[in-house]
């Protein structure tokens, strides 16, 4: 069934996949509540306070204040703009519940042509990605919680193994990033040098496409919700997917940097500043992850109960026209298949 034909139907399984993507957003805004509404409602006046009256960038005082404010207002917006992709999504993609699943189930989608998304490496990385985050972010709301009586049950262990847990997954997610980018690194400045199509090549680089990301983003944002009547075209990766990809980057250099000194000099080297870094940071990509992640990128209707295609890193060239036209035209050309 084509995509514009699609009627919605409500079933005991689109039922079901809307209270998974609603407990996950609605999880996402308690942490955001938790951690960033409540701090900011109960100090955000005196916080803005100093930061306007003691101005000074040499000062780590007003560093601590201005990331500790900035960061809290900075989840705030992730989140009403991740619940905002999120049930825009489901509210698009609702018409086509188990779209592709059912696809992938018939003749036709075992007789089209399988073509590879992610490779083997790649897929191994996503799993020690979020292996290691798992681990970290765990142990961090843990010991972040730990003087709440009411979290205490999340504890098992001494707080010195939780310590070791989340120092020792935080290198090996670092050492992940750091060979990540110098192998790609290496890879596209060697293409460079040969005058190769890099952007074609590497359709990631495309986030450095500023103003055509922003604009295909905020497409898809007006789409979701019925206020542009076509879906944004897109290449090999979403928008979704491109924001993802460099937020790794961010994420890992702005929790592992200050986490790296603090696990040198103590969470009150600089007078907290890496300490708010860190721990801001961690919450921001927990939400955001939480949120759009998971419950957008996994649990999309068209997948439901779950998108598949992290695991064999392969799709149908059915799917690959209908979600990446630009991405579908090179493909096309290369293996020869009529339009």
């Known amino acids: ?13 689109l039922v079901a996949n809307l209270i998974v993507v609603a407990a996950l957003v609605g999880t996402g805004f308690l942490m955001m509540y938790y951690f960033s509404y409540k701090p900011l409602k109960a100090e955000g006046s005196a ?19 201005f990331l500790a404010l900035a960061f809290d207002i900075l989840i705030i917006a992730v989140a009403i703009v991740g619940a905002w992709w999120t049930l825009g999504s489901f509210a698009a993609f609702a018409p086509e519940f ?11 989608g075992k007789r089209d042509v399988w073509v590879e998304k992610f490779t083997l490496w790649q897929r191994i990385q996503h799993i020690w990605l979020f292996s290691t985050l798992i681990v970290c ?50 890879r596209i400045l060697i293409s460079l ?10 359709p990631i680089l495309q986030f450095w496409r500023l103003w055509t990301f922003l604009k295909t983003l905020w497409g898809c944002l007006l789409w979701f919700v019925g206020l542009r009547p ?10 979704e997917e491109l924001f993802e990809y460099w937020g790794v980057y961010w994420g890992i250099l702005v929790l592992g940097i200050p986490g790296a000194f603090m696990a040198v ?30 419950a957008s990128g996994h649990f999309r209707p068209t ?35 009529a339009p």
């Open 230 to 239: 076509k879906r944004p075209v897109r290449d090999k990766y979403n928008p």
């Open 137 to 186: 972010a765990y142990t961090g709301i843990v010991m972040n919680l730990g003087n709440n009586p009411y979290w205490k049950f999340l504890y098992f262990g001494s707080r010195d193994a939780f310590v070791k847990a989340h120092v020792i997954s935080g290198l090996l997610m670092g050492v992940l990033l750091i060979f990540h980018f110098a192998y790609y690194g290496v």
């Open 47 to 65: 916080e803005l306070d100093y930061v306007i009256h003691h101005f000074s960038l040499s000062s780590t005082m007003w560093w601590r204040e």
């Open 98 to 108: 188990r779209r592709w699943r059912n696809y992938y189930k018939s003749e036709e």
């Open 303 to 337: 997948d439901f109960p779950i998108n598949t295609t992290f695991i064999h890193g392969k799709m149908p060239l059915e799917r690959v026209k209908d979600e990446h036209p630009l991405w579908y035209e090179r493909l096309r050309r290369e293996l020869g298949v």
């Open 193 to 202: 040098i040969r005058r190769e199509p890099v952007m074609e090549k590497y």
């Open 265 to 294: 000099f103590g969470p009150k080297f600089l007078n907290g500043v890496f300490w708010i870094t860190h721990v801001k940071e961690a919450i921001l990509a927990i939400v955001y992850l939480w949120m759009v992640h998971i």
């Open 1 to 13: 069934m084509a995509a514009e034909e699609a009627r919605l139907k409500w079933t005991p399984g």
